[in-house]
């Protein structure tokens, strides 16, 4: 399988500093700017504790001030993130359970775009957010379920077929499974 994901993760770069000469994407010129790397914001994902959010806001404001910067950069973020989610996704597909990969449904909202442009889609997202939000039994039942789909997925994705319709099919699966338990 290819790690397209887990490369772009790994590379290693610099995180920078830099001073706005001009306004950019709504930060003012003159401005300094906290420019990340992807695993800079890997691991912050990694630090957001199970059954809690964080939105992608609140993590660049608080990257911003941990290196002492009026923001941080907003496109390149957004860019890691996804970058994190799919290299979660990656070890995922290769048998990783849940709690060995970047917990990605933390940061991104399931009505975002970029939950739109991962390969799960935001259906998953919003799955895994409920089952670390119910009850322990809920959750571990949910967890199970959702790591029986991802190895589903996995071997659908080996064939070449499409990840995310297999995954869609699996999480209305478990939404019916989930209303039955109440």
């Not at 404001?61 to 993130?81: G, W």
């Not at 809920?138 to 659908?156: G, T, V, Y």
Request: hydrophobic fraction near 40%.
């Amino acid at each position: 399988m290819e790690n397209k994901w887990r490369t772009m993760l790994a590379k290693k770069k610099q995180a920078k500093v830099v001073v706005l000469e001009k306004d950019f994407a709504g930060i003012k010129a003159g401005s300094k700017l906290y420019v990340a790397t992807p695993k800079v914001i890997d691991e912050y994902i990694r630090g957001v504790p199970s059954g809690q959010v964080r939105t992608i806001e609140r993590l660049r404001n608080e990257l911003a001030r941990k290196n002492r910067c009026t923001a941080t950069c907003p496109v390149s973020t957004a860019i890691f993130v996804r970058i994190s989610a799919e290299a979660a996704l990656e070890e995922l597909a290769e048998g990783k359970s849940l709690n060995e990969v970047a917990p990605f449904w933390r940061v991104i909202d399931p009505d975002s775009k970029l939950a739109n442009r991962l390969t799960v889609g935001p259906e998953w997202v919003a799955a895994q957010r409920a089952a670390e939000g119910d009850g322990s039994a809920a959750r571990k039942c949910n967890m199970l379920e959702l790591e029986a789909a991802l190895a589903e997925s996995k071997a659908d994705l080996e064939a070449g077929k499409f990840v995310k319709e297999t995954a869609v099919q699996h999480l209305r699966r478990l939404a019916k499974i989930n209303k039955n338990d109440q």
